[in-house]
T-cell receptor, first 114, second 118 residues
């Protein structure tokens, strides 16, 4: 089955700085890689996703890059703000019929210092 | 967008009792529903995959007789924690993928259920 590793486990940055979180996956059949933001006691919220047919995707301050050959993908948050503080999870799956569950990374606790 | 409604949001039960958690897809048909468990400060761990009209598929190490899953319709999946013990206390969350022809909203999550067994 799929195995997703995520680093770092905690990340503290100053407001305005950039934050980068990295994930690797093991299953070459995986083709869908979403990133979620989760606040305490809440459901994960999709912040950006990427499919294996592209190498990069950007949405305002958030970007994701994918290297299929190396089986790793990264989340980049620029101009961080205190409200970006949360736990971020990467995930991977094969998006065919939607019958395959997401496999999550271990999570990164991001703290943005004002 | 696609919405999954999960109830209850919080439940406290006594050891030995059973608790049922419901997840409903409100505006799409969820052929498949995924059930996750999340311990404090940990990641989401897949417990089982629930398929409408058939038996659920459980992940290794998850007791199917303890965590009963029923997916009787395209919009409702339930997880029953039977004979609950304090170690079953956790955050349970469901997820579904709307699938082709039902929008492109990615995997949608329920709001989660905080179970505390005393």
């Amino acid at each position: 089955g799929e195995n997703v590793e995520q680093h770092p486990s905690t990340l503290s940055v100053q407001e305005g700085d950039s934050a980068v979180i990295k994930c690797t996956y093991s299953d070459s059949a995986s083709n869908y890689f979403p990133w979620y933001k989760q606040e305490l006691g809440k459901r994960p919220q999709l912040i950006i996703d990427i499919r294996s047919n592209v190498g990069e995707k950007k949405d305002q301050r958030i970007a994701v890059t994918l290297n299929k050959t190396a089986k790793h993908f990264s989340l980049h948050i620029t101009e961080t703000q205190p409200e970006d503080s949360a736990v971020y999870f990467c995930a991977a799956t094969g998006l065919d019929t939607g019958r395959r569950a997401l496999t999550f990374g271990s999570g990164t606790r991001l703290q943005v210092q004002p | 967008g696609a919405v999954v409604s999960q109830h209850p949001s919080r439940v406290i039960c006594k050891s030995g009792t059973s608790v049922k958690i419901e997840c409903r897809s409100l505006d799409f048909q969820a052929t498949t529903m995924f059930w996750y468990r999340q311990f404090p400060k940990k990641s989401l761990m897949l417990m089982a995959t629930s398929n409408e009209g058939s038996k659920a598929t459980y992940e290794q190490g998850v007791e199917k007789d303890k965590f009963l899953i029923n997916h009787a319709s395209l919009t409702l999946s339930t997880l029953t924690v039977t004979s609950a013990h304090p170690e079953d206390s956790s955050f349970y969350i469901c997820s579904a993928y709307p699938g082709a022809g039902q929008g492109n909203y990615g995997y949608t999550f329920g709001s989660g259920t905080r179970l505390t067994v005393v």
